[in-house]
């Protein structure tokens, strides 16, 4: 009888822990089988750039883009998530591509007269219908790239 | 009694720590103490890093492996395999640093030989990943199909390249989601080193001014920069204590450090050009760069003990 009830909680435990190790595995599943297919036409660098973010937050990432190739950027949030925002500043603070502003759209495309290190700003804005609870989902951050 | 008692508290022990793994998930990699900003906020004064530590989750990207062996090619170099780590070596790699650093280095290895359409090098490089791989434990980053799909596709350039993308993005994936982020930086920093070492091998002692291969080696000093932040970022783990791979390693860089530091890289604001009918946009900017013989000299003589010594 004892042992039963310590089954059950060892049982708890473990749908815990595979909950956890499934959230990580869709967000991986969710960049590689839906994210990449926007990077169609450019080849995808391999890195790996994703987490799970709830409305209201935001990520940032650093990267060197450098001239003489074209670069696909590609932004996307998992079904649960409003329309994920961003722009793309440099060194000198200017908002280079504000997506916001161009309606929302996830991938831009660009190449540089010269290299440059960049920060993509990204955010979850938070959905207009307020839920009980704050969404939660899968944000990948994506770059292929073109040699001209 | 004592039985019911001892019931509860398993049972409350059990659900916390379900509870702090499933929280620890969604916070993974996240500053500690970070205080949410809007879009707006972020754009202040000075330099890119400055207002990092508002950010809620941060990322560093350095050129993967087939980007820096495409940095490399279209700067001109050409083929030549002695430059490559030697495959007699994969068996040599016992520790976890040195199995992340080759993995790294013989990807970038593999890249630029598919780039170069050399295909039986491209799959005996393929095999030597797949080994270190599955010795670190990273069992779907090359199976069977991958190797097979690789085999009936080596004269086609962009299927290969798809291939080496996908076998990166597995193991990458794979590190960072089981709390590995440390293993796949310096995975990064290895496949990054080799392109510098690549470059300068080269390039060669001499290189004359204006050396296109020269200049994007200096450029590198903007990814370098990212490297120091990802490597500090990854110098305590989790559980408070330092890791000692990540420490070292930093500790090894200090030369290649101190030879950028004697290379000037400026770089002016940007101007964007939107997007012409073949919608890409042009981001204008120009870049000054600086390398005297001596500071590339010290460069290439940085990078090539630090190479030579992480391959042994």
């Known amino acids: 009888m004892v042992m039963k009830k310590y089954l059950r909680y060892i049982l708890i435990f473990a749908a815990l822990v595979m909950l956890n190790l499934s959230v990580h595995a869709q967000c991986k599943g969710f960049a590689k089988k839906l994210c990449k297919l926007e990077l169609t036409g450019y080849t995808h660098d391999g890195n790996y750039h994703a987490a799970i973010l709830t409305e209201g937050e935001e990520a940032e990432l650093y990267k060197t883009f450098y001239s003489g190739q074209n670069y696909r950027l590609a932004i996307c949030g998992s079904e649960a998530l409003p329309a994920i925002e961003y722009q793309v500043v440099d060194a000198y603070k200017n908002v280079l591509y504000d997506n916001r502003q161009h309606d929302m759209a996830g991938t831009w495309d660009f190449t540089l007269e010269s290299s440059q290190q960049l920060k993509i700003v990204v955010k979850v804005p938070v959905a207009e219908q307020k839920a009980e609870f704050p969404n939660s989902g899968c944000v990948s951050i994506m770059f292929g790239f073109q040699e001209k | ?312």
């Open chain 2, 1 to 312: 009694m004592q039985d019911k008692y001892f019931n509860y508290r398993l049972v409350s022990i059990l659900f916390l720590l379900g509870l702090l793994l499933f929280a620890g998930s969604c916070k993974m990699g996240k500053n500690q103490g970070g205080k949410e900003v809007g879009l707006e906020d972020f754009l202040s004064e000075e330099d890119i890093f400055d207002d990092i530590d508002k950010a809620k989750k941060i990322f560093y990207s350095l050129p993967s492996p087939l980007e820096t062996a495409l940095l490399l090619k279209s700067a001109g170099i050409a083929y030549n395999e002695q430059v490559l780590n030697s495959l007699d070596n994969v068996d040599k790699y016992s520790t976890t640093k040195s199995k992340a650093l080759n993995l790294g280095i013989y990807t970038t290895d593999l890249s630029l030989a598919s780039l170069f359409d050399q295909a039986q090098t491209s799959l005996k490089y393929m095999d030597a990943i797949k080994k270190l791989a599955t010795e670190m434990g990273i069992s779907d980053a090359v199976d069977e199909e991958t190797l097979k799909r690789l085999e009936q596709n080596l004269d086609n350039r962009d299927v290969v390249m798809d291939i080496i993308s996908e076998t990166f993005l597995n193991s990458s994936s794979y590190l960072k989601e089981n709390d590995q982020q440390d293993v796949a930086a310096i995975v990064l920093v290895g496949g990054w080193l080799e392109g510098l070492y690549i470059g300068s091998w080269m390039a060669g002692d001499n290189p004359a001014a204006g050396n296109k291969l020269v200049d994007r080696l200096a450029e590198q000093k903007l990814s370098f920069s990212i490297v120091e932040r990802m490597l500090q970022d990854n110098k305590v783990n989790k559980q408070g204590n330092e890791n000692r791979d990540i420490v070292e390693l930093i500790n090894e860089l200090h030369a290649v450090k101190s030879a950028f530091d004697k290379i000037e890289v400026q770089t002016s604001a940007v101007r964007v050009d939107e997007a012409d009918s073949s919608q890409v946009t042009v981001l204008k900017s120009q870049t000054k760069i600086n390398v005297t013989p001596e500071a590339y000299k010290e460069l290439k003589a940085a990078v090539e003990s630090l190479r030579n010594n992480f391959v042994q």
